[in-house]
């Protein structure tokens, strides 16, 4: 049975159009709705262009309207990719275990309230890490908390400011998320999968 995939996002959606490249005809996971919190997201376009169906939520923090989207559109699995905004508990209560979050590096470490896009990559230059990386985690009430899924790292490289880091972190962003996902779908639910390290490049 093909699992039933709803894309949460904010923005501009790369991690959208990866997932959707990665999920061909005969994929065992189809993304058949994308939600978003803000009507001039980039990503809206995008997903318009692969014929997935948006939906511009009219308030996000009322649970009743996203279970009934997410209903109608009968989703086993929702992705927040680049969801900038606390998703209703009621929402989390019901998708419970089934809600993935991509976190463009290593978590527990820079995660929480306002760490997203750049403040993230900077965070880490400034603790002088030498590696970052991407995660996948399941999304519970607090934010970047819920139990780690998937993790690859990148090396932090000399020279490197927060778009450089951005662009390396990003390309594995569109690698691991597809792949926990195909896993999901595999397996019936989200699941584990053993890290993995780039090669330096
Ligand atoms: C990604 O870096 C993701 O990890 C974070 O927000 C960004 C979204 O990028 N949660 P995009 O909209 O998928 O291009």
């Given at each position: 049975?093909?699992?039933?995939?709803?894309?949460?996002?904010?923005?501009?959606?790369?991690?959208?159009?990866?997932?959707?490249?990665?999920?061909?005809?005969?994929?065992?996971?189809?993304?058949?709705?994308?939600?978003?919190?803000?009507?001039?997201?980039?990503?809206?376009?995008?997903?318009?262009?692969?014929?997935?169906?948006?939906?511009?939520?009219?308030?996000?923090?009322?649970?009743?309207?996203?279970?009934?989207?997410?209903?109608?559109?009968?989703?086993?699995?929702?992705?927040?990719?680049?969801?900038?905004?606390?998703?209703?508990?009621?929402?989390?209560?019901?998708?419970?275990?089934?809600?993935?979050?991509?976190?463009?590096?290593?978590?527990?470490?820079?995660?929480?309230?306002?760490?997203?896009?750049?403040?993230?990559?900077?965070?880490?230059?400034?603790?002088?890490?030498?590696e970052?990386g991407?995660?996948?985690?399941?999304?519970?009430?607090?934010?970047?908390?819920?139990?780690?899924?998937?993790?690859?790292r990148v090396?932090?490289?000399?020279?490197?400011?927060?778009?450089?880091?951005?662009?390396?972190?990003?390309?594995?962003?569109?690698?691991?998320?597809?792949?926990?996902?195909?896993?999901?779908?595999?397996?019936?639910?989200?699941?584990?999968?053993?890290?993995?390290v780039?090669?330096?490049?």
């Amino acid at each position: 049975m093909t699992m039933r995939v709803a894309v949460a996002l904010s923005g501009r959606g790369s991690n959208l159009e990866a997932l959707l490249r990665a999920l061909g005809p005969d994929a065992p996971a189809r993304v058949v709705l994308v939600l978003s919190n803000r009507a001039d997201a980039g990503a809206l376009a995008r997903a318009a262009a692969h014929g997935v169906p948006t939906e511009v939520l009219a308030d996000p923090s009322d649970a009743t309207e996203w279970l009934r989207r997410l209903g109608d559109s009968a989703v086993d699995l929702v992705v927040l990719a680049g969801y900038l905004t606390l998703v209703p508990p009621g929402v989390i209560a019901r998708y419970r275990g089934r809600i993935l979050n991509v976190h463009p590096a290593l978590l527990p470490a820079f995660g929480g309230k306002g760490m997203y896009g750049h403040r993230v990559h900077a965070a880490v230059l400034a603790s002088g890490a030498r590696e970052s990386g991407a995660t996948v985690h399941l999304v519970d009430e607090v934010y970047d908390r819920g139990a780690i899924l998937a993790q690859a790292r990148v090396p932090v490289l000399p020279g490197d400011d927060a778009d450089r880091l951005a662009a390396r972190v990003l390309e594995l962003e569109h690698r691991l998320l597809p792949a926990v996902v195909l896993a999901a779908a595999a397996a019936g639910h989200p699941v584990p999968l053993p890290e993995t390290v780039e090669s330096q490049p």
